[in-house]
């Protein structure tokens, strides 16, 4: 089953953990990306990776950091510095400028 | 900064009916805009991507223009359908920005159709 696969679908973190979001993909794709949507907003970008050991900060990376050893999985792990983590949490990946896939999300809701 | 704006917010149609979902951007030097769709608590679905070079895609009942020199797209769906119900959301990738081809998005139009 080609695709992308965001785990856990649900998340709960309680103030001052740190908690992980996985993205795994089997498309190929060099690029992998974070989003965060919060409602009645757009997507905005956390992070993204053009290629495996390299990846940059988009406009909203502040208490947020991920990591690409493989060019499968991209993790995302939210810190206990990100004040206010609630949102959905989408990732994506890309080949160059082709088409763009995403996973089905994670929601992360702080107890 | 790319600014994308989707016009309406929200939208109620009875079924059958055609509708016109517009999203309009900024910085006309993009590579390509794709449509996507979102159903409630999902990840989004990809419509349809129009490259820099086109001026529409087609796919099924729906059809996508794009006028980058007026940086305007519109999204055409035909006959709506019940299940057409989602939320509807519009992006771009543009050649201006140092993101490795991240999208901008638009906040989306809801929209709801009617049996």
């Known amino acids: 089953d080609g695709g992308i696969t965001q785990s856990p679908k649900y998340l709960f973190r309680k103030e001052g953990q740190n908690v992980t979001l996985s993205c795994e993909q089997n498309?190929?794709?060099?690029?992998m990306y974070w989003y965060r949507q919060d409602p009645g907003q757009g997507l905005r970008l956390i992070y993204y990776?053009?290629?495996?050991?390299?990846?940059q900060k988009g406009d909203i990376a502040e208490g947020y950091s991920v990591s690409r050893e493989k060019k499968e999985s991209f993790p995302l792990t939210v810190t206990s510095a990100q004040k206010n983590p609630t949102a959905f949490y989408l990732c994506?990946?890309?080949?160059?400028?082709?088409?763009?896939?995403f996973g089905q999300g994670t929601r992360l809701t702080v107890v | 900064k790319q600014e994308v704006t989707q016009i309406p917010a929200a939208l109620s149609v009875p079924e059958g009916e055609n509708l016109v979902l517009n999203c309009s951007f900024t910085d006309s030097a993009i590579y390509n805009l794709q449509w996507f769709r979102q159903d409630p608590g999902k990840g989004l679905t990809s419509l349809l991507l129009?490259?820099?070079?086109?001026r529409e895609q087609t796919s099924g009942r729906l059809n996508a223009s794009l006028d980058k020199s007026s940086g305007r797209s519109t999204l055409y769906i035909a006959a709506s359908q019940p299940g057409d119900s989602a939320t509807y959301l519009c992006?771009?990738?543009?050649?201006?920005?140092?993101?490795?081809?991240?999208?901008?998005f638009g906040k989306g139009t809801s929209l709801l159709v009617t049996p």
């Open positions: 990776s053009q290629i495996v050991n390299d990846f």
């Open positions: 992006a771009v990738s543009d050649t201006n920005s140092n993101s490795g081809y991240a999208l901008n």
């Open positions: 994506a990946t890309r080949q160059g400028a082709a088409e763009a896939f």
């Open positions: 498309l190929n794709h060099d690029a």
């Open positions: 129009i490259q820099s070079s086109q």
